[in-house]
């Protein structure tokens, strides 16, 4: 079984990835700074004896001898990531390096968790892998967007250069437990909202679209992806079951039954209008398909944080 290296892995997806690693009986070293992620997150993993978490800050470099990396660290919340932006660049491109470095020295095979960010406010839809972008470079949001830009990047130039065994997925929105009370994301705010009883405040008309992805399913295909000798991607991950965010607040007061009324607020600068995978290439590829749709992936995350919330 391999020494697999999970950066960024007391984070929401981080986590659980290593819980899967583990059941699959792989040796899991989880490194984090603990900027977004908790102990908590892995507090159930911390005494299996495969498991081992390294608190350590991607930006500086570390030396250790493992066979697979997978590259998760960073804020992917736009709240966290535009509160220190020259770190969120820091982050992907110095941690890119760093990873990328590492796997080159121990040959290591390396997967980048990409974004669809990538794509920025996109003019055409649904979003092709083949689709080169539309991103501000000099907004708010410019420090995650380039920042995953130049990762991919560094991906590419250390496969070409130096042969290293690369994996590049870009993750649409993706939900679920564990995502942080005060994640910021819209998911994880609505429910929390409709849960307190308060405001659920919508950024601009509503009218904007998302396509949210299950946490279960992004798992099942990250490992895929990662198992799947001679293709590198960058490959489309998400599910394309498109939604506007109002449906989405109408949604969750309907599955809360929460008599929470919607605000709306002025919108966010450079907020991406429409967003939705074209994930033909990942059906090809690897044969995958999400399973979870959003009513029954919404139920459960609701049913996570009325439990986090009566333990509060
Ligand atoms: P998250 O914020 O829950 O997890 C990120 C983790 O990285 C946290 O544990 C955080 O403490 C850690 N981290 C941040 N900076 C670090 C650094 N410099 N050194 C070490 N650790 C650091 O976010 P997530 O949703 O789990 O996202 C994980 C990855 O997937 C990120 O790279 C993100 O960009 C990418 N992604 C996620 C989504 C999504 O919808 N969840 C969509 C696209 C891409
Ligand atoms: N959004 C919202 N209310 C919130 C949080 C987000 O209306 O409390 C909107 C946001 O403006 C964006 C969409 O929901 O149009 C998704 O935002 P999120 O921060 O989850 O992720 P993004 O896809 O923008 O990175």
New binding site residues.
Partial sequence: MKRTLVTGGAGFLGSFLCEKLLDQGHEVIALDNFYTGSRKNISHLLDHPSFELIRHDIVEPILLEVDWIFNMACPA??IHYQYNPVKTVKTSVMGAINMLGLAKRVSARILQASTS?VYGDPEIHPQQESYWGSVNPIGLRSCYDEGKRVAETLMMDYHRQNQVDIKLVRIF?TYGPRMHIND???VS??IVAALKEEPL????DGE?T?SFCYVSDLIDVILKMMNKDDFIGPVNIGNPGEFT?RELAEKILKLTGSRSKIQVRQE?SD?PVRRRPDISLAREKLGWEPSVDLEEGLGKTIEYFEKVLKEA
């Fill in positions: 919340s736009p960010e929105n910021g994301r819209v705010n609505f405040e919508i950024f601009g904007q998302r965010i966010r907020d």
